[in-house]
């Protein structure tokens, strides 16, 4: 109980002790309080008795006072002292009877008992009372005391022989004449009862024992009471007590003892009194009021304040009682918490130690077990009860793992030697039942609470699978130093800006021989300064933050002075508990090597291909011009012969150079690929009118191979969004091969709307029963130049650019083309476009449509147009001639060979059209032309066609900005020459 508690039980005798001392003490206090309230009450009685007496006395003194001296100036009165002269002179009844009426005023005015006029020997002349009786002696002896002193003179009380026993009190005066002679004494008499008595005796405050009276001290050793007691009759001048009785309040008075005096009264009863004498007078007043009154209250507050002492050692004692009992509960409360405590940390202790992961056992001081947890049972294979007072040596037998000796010092080391002991971490527990099992242990001593050693705890716990961790970890170092020995990546780690380890592939791509030869250099020492890595700083602050820098290339400077380009890794690792960088790299100068070579050779391809291209536009030019004649002249051959064999060889003539038009045509178009200038102009397209014509275009060709051309469209009107020229295209391409490829049977060229997927497709097809195209052929017949039949043997002439075109143009349109083919039986092409929503196409309003024209071959318009003026700049002479020969029946034409003579020609002329080649040979060419003729007035809205080879899209588009208002492709069928011009003048 010495702190250990919060609460202790004090022993009962301090309990005792304490209420004893608490009740001691109580008492104390209320004994005290009862002495104070009885000194205040005596202090009060006593200024309270006091203060009556004072009064009185004062009230006595003054009215004695008064009393004397009204005696005095009443016998001194002139009128009396006639009246009495007057009577003695004469002593007649008259003068008596006059003697008396003036002294009767006298009494009634100033309440005297009586007055009686005397000789100056006492002898009675009249009294207002008009009775004759015989003077007192007392009074006598006074009336001579006055005239002999001539003063007035108070008799004492006395008990008046004339007033029948009433006591009074006589002031007596000598009556003097004009001579101042006394003739006579005037006595006046008061009755004490009148004004003294009644002022003695009243009290003024409610007492039943109070009472004041006054005494005189008689000269035989009496003490004479004056007026009537309280408590006692007939008391007045009659009553008196020796002097000799010293507790007698009346006795101290009289002998001249004033202030308080505690002491028995007349009745023998204990008293408390003032005292003090009456100046002026022989008389002594006490009050004195009995003491059992005086403390009457007091008694009841005694009673008061013992019961409430005896309350409050009583509550005391109940409540040291209820603090005792209740620290009592507490403790024992306590004390049950302690005990449950410390059971349920004994509990928790137990519980701990046994579910604990390491084996545990504890022995005495001999070394004899006392305990095993569960995991030491487990380990060791003794359980505890067995295993208890056999020797720690033979239940936990441990030897070295490496050596194969018992170990079992422990006991040595730590019960002799006392101090924790550490087993390596090489020993291995053999087990009971023989099995080892490699453990790491600790002993260390027990000792109780006196610091005495009493026995040894050994912890031990169980290494197998940490042994096997780091086995496996030993292993797993070896293999990656091999792998980092015998990688070809070169691998160095860095600390503190210092190489710390180097493999061989870094010494050997670093360029030394040995690794001491790097180690302690700063890596950065190698950058070449040409290093195209990002900013050093900015590497240094990345791995500061522990980024990693992965595949940067840098050029470095090797030991041997040759410098190379590397592939570097950094990544930052913690290396001996500090902060390293691992940097892996290889020497990727070969690599770069072959990738320069790779990229000049890629772009001497490239610049081989764009030869190709230019050189195919530049022969795609060269070639139509001439063909121009060609086709010309066929023409014009064919309409004008009339031999059947000649006609036919003119019309030999067409179709080789209408042949030799399209392979230039599609060779162009490739070209324009290869450039990626391919522009895509869409627009509302009326797809029945569209198939209409080129269907119309085809008949012709496919009745000469006597093949049925059949078109099936599912359809009346249906507006397509798309580049009208680039779809025209594609479907000549197709329907020209099913005609080249079909041998008997027909063509079909077929187009539907279906729904894929919820969207609606556009579906043309062109089909043929033609040789069809073997499965293993029809991937390749969509690239360039290829063909199922190839090289010297094969079947069918053409340039193997068709289906290339198709496809590329097709895509561009944002549809897609199939192949559905079986060798022998045909070929059906299939094309897949988006269908615009169908309100769209059927609104669509006429003005939007781009329609195709078929454009009749017969020339019809020299009937219609009146002869117009053409001016045609064309430096080739069979051109020239061609024109000349188609136009000149129905224009007025002229020509100019150059850009100079064709500006001379203008400014005299006034051309209603100008035709112009655009390469015009030597000065400018047909488009600067325009230019210049543009300048001129008179031509700024005139219509300039270019007729020339350059014959692509782009070519055409390029000569229509800039100036030129119509484009004609070189060769040209002499409708088209027509119909341009047909166009022109019907606009006009
Ligand atoms: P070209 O017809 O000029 O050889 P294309 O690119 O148009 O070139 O066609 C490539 C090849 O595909 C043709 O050479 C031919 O072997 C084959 N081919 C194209 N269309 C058909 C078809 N309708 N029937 C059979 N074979 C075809």
Redesign the pocket.
């Known amino acids: 109980m010495n702190g250990k508690y919060r609460y202790y039980i004090p022993k009962i005798t301090h309990v005792i002790a304490l209420f004893v001392l608490s009740s001691v003490l109580i008492g104390i206090a209320g004994y005290s309080y009862f002495i104070n309230e009885e000194k205040n009450i005596r202090q009060q009685k006593q200024n309270e008795i006091k203060a009556i007496t004072e009064l009185k006395i004062k009230q006595i003194s003054g009215w004695y006072l008064d009393e004397l001296a009204d005696a005095g100036i009443i016998s001194k009165n002139s009128f009396l002292m006639e009246k009495v002269d007057d009577y003695l002179k004469n002593k007649g009844i008259l003068q008596k009877s006059k003697l008396i009426n003036s002294i009767s005023e006298i009494k009634t005015e100033h309440g005297y008992d009586d007055i009686l006029i005397c000789s100056l020997e006492g002898d009675l002349f009249v009294s207002v009372n008009n009775r004759i009786f015989y003077i007192d002696s007392l009074i006598k002896e006074n009336i001579i005391l006055s005239a002999k002193t001539n003063s007035t003179v108070v008799s004492d009380l006395f008990k008046s022989s004339a007033q029948k026993g009433k006591i009074n009190l006589a002031f007596i005066s000598p009556i003097v004449n004009e001579n101042n002679q006394s003739i006579a004494s005037a006595v006046f008499l008061i009755e004490a009862d009148e004004f003294l008595y009644p002022l003695i005796q009243y009290w003024p405050t409610s007492s039943t024992t109070s009472e004041t009276f006054i005494v005189r001290k008689e000269y035989n050793g009496k003490v004479l009471y004056l007026n009537e007691l309280r408590h006692q009759k007939n008391t007045a001048l009659q009553f008196w007590l020796p002097i000799t009785r010293k507790d007698l309040p009346a006795v101290q008075a009289a002998n001249g003892k004033i202030g308080i005096f505690e002491g028995k009264d007349y009745r023998g009863i204990e008293v408390f009194a003032y005292l003090s004498p009456i100046p002026e007078t022989p008389w002594f007043m006490i009050a004195k009021i009995n003491k059992s009154e005086l403390f009457d209250g007091l008694y009841d507050e005694l009673i008061i304040i013992s019961t409430m002492t005896l309350l409050f050692i009583l509550i005391t004692g109940i409540g040291i009682s209820l603090i005792y009992n209740n620290r009592q509960k507490n403790f024992y409360k306590e004390l049950y918490n302690k005990e449950k405590e410390l059971w349920q940390s004994e509990e928790k202790f137990k519980v701990t130690l046994e579910s604990l992961g390491n084996g545990v056992i504890t022995t005495d001081i001999s070394g004899k077990v006392q305990y095993l947890n569960k995991m030491a049972e487990v380990l060791t294979g003794w359980n505890s009860q067995e295993a208890k007072g056999k020797s720690l040596s033979e239940v936990y037998s441990v030897k070295n793992e490496n050596s194969g000796e018992k170990e079992n010092n422990i006991i040595d080391k730590v019960l002799k030697q006392g101090v924790v002991k550490e087993l390596g971490n090489h020993t291995l527990l053999i087990s009971r039942s023989g099995d080892s099992i490699p453990v790491r242990d600790t002993g260390a001593p027990i000792y109780d609470v006196d610091g005495s050693l009493t026995g040894l705890v050994l912890t031990f716990q169980d290494e197998t699978e940490k042994r096997r961790q780091l086995n496996l970890i030993s292993e797993s170092e070896e293999k990656y130093r091999t792998l980092i020995e015998i990688s070809r990546d070169g691998l160095i780690i860095v600390l503190d800006d210092n190489i710390v380890f180097v493999n061989n592939a870094a010494i050997e791509i670093l360029g030394a021989v040995k690794a001491e030869q790097l180690l302690g250099k700063s890596p950065l020492e190698f950058l070449n300064p040409d290093s195209i890595g990002i900013n050093i700083e900015r590497r240094k602050r990345m791995l500061e933050d522990g980024m990693n820098i992965l595949n940067i290339e840098e050029k470095i400077n090797r030991l041997d002075g040759n410098s190379i380009d590397i592939e570097i890794a950094a990544i930052p690792f913690n290396y001996k508990n500090r902060r390293a960088i691992q940097i892996i790299f290889r020497n990727i100068s070969e690599r770069k090597k072959m990738i320069t070579d790779l990229i000049s050779a890629k772009e001497k391809a490239e610049e081989i291909n764009k030869l190709k291209t230019n050189f195919f536009a530049n022969m795609s030019h060269e070639l139509r011009t001439p063909f121009v004649g060609i086709m010309g002249y066929a023409e014009l051959l064919l309409e004008s012969l009339t031999d059947p064999d000649q006609k036919e060889m003119a019309e030999g003539i067409l179709n080789t150079s209408i042949r030799m038009k399209e392979t230039l045509t599609?060779i162009l178009n490739l070209t324009r690929f290869e450039f990626s200038s391919i522009e895509v102009s869409k627009n509302y397209v009326n797809l029945c009118t569209l198939l209409e014509n080129i269907y119309k275009q085809f008949t012709r060709l496919a009745e000469k191979k006597n093949l049925s051309f059949e078109k099936l469209i599912c359809f009346n009107s249906l507006y397509l969004y798309t580049d009208e020229t680039l779809l025209s295209e594609i479907l000549s391409?197709?329907i020209?091969?099913?005609i080249?490829?079909?041998n008997a049977g027909k063509i079909i060229l077929s187009a539907d709307v279906s729904k894929k997927n919820d969207i609606n497709f556009i579906v043309i097809k062109?089909s043929?029963t033609?040789?069809?195209?073997p499965i293993d052929?029809q991937d390749i017949?969509?690239e360039e130049f290829?063909?199922?039949?190839e090289g010297t043997t094969?079947s069918?002439?053409?340039?193997?650019?068709?289906?290339?075109?198709?496809k590329k143009y097709t895509m561009l349109l944002g549809g897609s083309v199939f192949l559905e083919?079986e060798e022998g039986k045909?070929?059906t092409?299939i094309l897949e476009f988006p269908a615009p929503d169908s309100s769209k196409s059927e609104i669509e309003n006429e003005g939007k449509m781009t329609e195709t024209n078929n454009y009749p071959l017969e020339n019809n318009s020299s009937n219609i147009l009146e002869k117009k003026k053409i001016l045609y700049v064309e430096d080739d002479l069979i051109a020239i001639d061609i024109a000349k020969r188609i136009l000149s029946k129905i224009y007025e034409i002229d020509f100019s060979d150059t850009a100079e003579s064709a500006l001379s020609k203008i400014n005299g002329n006034n051309y209603d059209v100008i035709l112009t080649d655009i390469n015009l040979g030597a000065g400018e060419n047909g488009q600067e032309l325009t230019n210049l003729i543009r300048q001129h007035p008179n031509y700024k809205n005139v219509p300039i066609v270019a007729v020339t080879a350059f014959a692509s899209e782009d070519d055409k588009k390029e000569f229509l900005s800039k100036g030129m208002t119509h484009f004609l492709a070189k060769p040209f069928y002499i409708r088209e020459l027509l119909k341009v011009l047909e166009d022109i003048f019907n606009k006009v």
């Open positions: 599609k391409n197709l020209s091969n099913a080249i490829y079909t062109v043929d033609g040789i069809g195209i052929k017949i969509w290829r063909q199922v039949s094969r069918y002439q053409g340039t193997g650019l068709g289906l290339a075109i198709v083919s045909g070929s092409f």
